[in-house]
């Protein structure tokens, strides 16, 4: 089946710093890519739809320039939580559409805890 | 836009008796319908998905759901609960081609022994 790689998968950081997480589609190629975020015992809150080649689409409330979001490649993209603070402490999860299954399902990472200190 | 509701946010039964996890779901479009397993500090995990044809959909470890949709809902069951399949478990929704795919709140699943 199909894979998607999310590293890292915990990291800790100072306030104040950013932090990069890397989101990849191992075996098929991801013309849109989305990220989640998850507070405990709560479900998945999508935060953004990532189309390769052009800017992400940001859902309600969160702010771009706190998220960046690149998607450069049809099999990768990257969300940097800028100027952490311990707030952004949560778990994020990106998953992937594979577009030669006509985006009937999407392929979840593994998830990246991130908590700031 | 689209929904989904899950009733019951923790659901306990006993090793070897039946599972149902329940899902309803409004859309304003022909929804496609997803079961996914979350352990502990992993992503999601497709169990079966629904998006035309067979309304009754079986997946892995032998769980399975029936789409209907005159009551718009999506129960997952499993004839027979493992320890394994404790874990939080989330229905989600999506239009075509994955436009606005939501989740439901999930739903625990503890297996006494």
């Known amino acids: 089946g199909a894979v998607v790689s999310q590293h890292p998968s915990r990291v800790i950081c100072k306030s104040g710093t950013s932090v990069k997480i890397e989101c990849r589609s191992l075996?098929?190629?991801?013309?849109?890519m989305f990220w989640y975020r998850q507070f405990p015992k709560q479900s998945l809150m999508l935060m953004a739809t990532?189309?390769?080649?052009?800017?992400?689409?940001?859902e309600q409330g969160v702010e771009k320039d706190k998220f960046l979001i690149n998607h450069a490649s049809l099999t990768l993209s990257t969300l940097t939580v800028t100027s952490a603070h311990p707030e952004d402490s949560s778990f994020y999860i990106c998953?992937?559409?594979?577009?030669?299954?006509?985006?009937?399902?999407?392929?979840f990472g593994q998830g990246t805890r991130l908590t700031v200190v | 836009a689209q929904s989904v509701t899950q009733l019951g946010s923790h659901v306990s039964v006993s090793e070897g008796a039946l599972v149902l996890l329940r899902c309803n779901y409004s859309?304003?479009?022909?929804?496609?319908l997803f079961w996914y397993v979350q352990y502990p500090n992993q992503g999601l995990q497709l169990l079966l998905k629904?998006?035309?044809?067979?309304?009754l959909v079986k997946g892995i470890n032998g769980f399975e759901a029936e789409f209907k949709k005159s009551e718009t809902s999506f129960h997952l069951t499993k004839p027979s609960a493992h320890m394994s399949d404790a874990a939080e478990y989330f229905c989600?929704?999506?239009?075509?081609?994955?436009?606005?795919?939501?989740f439901g709140p999930g739903t625990r699943l503890s297996v006494l022994p």
């Open positions: 990532s189309n390769e080649g052009s800017k992400a689409t940001y």
């Open positions: 075996d098929f190629q991801a013309t849109t």
């Open positions: 989600a929704v999506s239009g075509n081609y994955g436009q606005n795919f939501v």
């Open positions: 859309s304003s479009v022909p929804p496609y």
């Open positions: 998953s992937a559409m594979d577009r030669d299954t006509m985006n009937t399902e999407a392929f």
């Open positions: 629904y998006t035309t044809g067979a309304t």
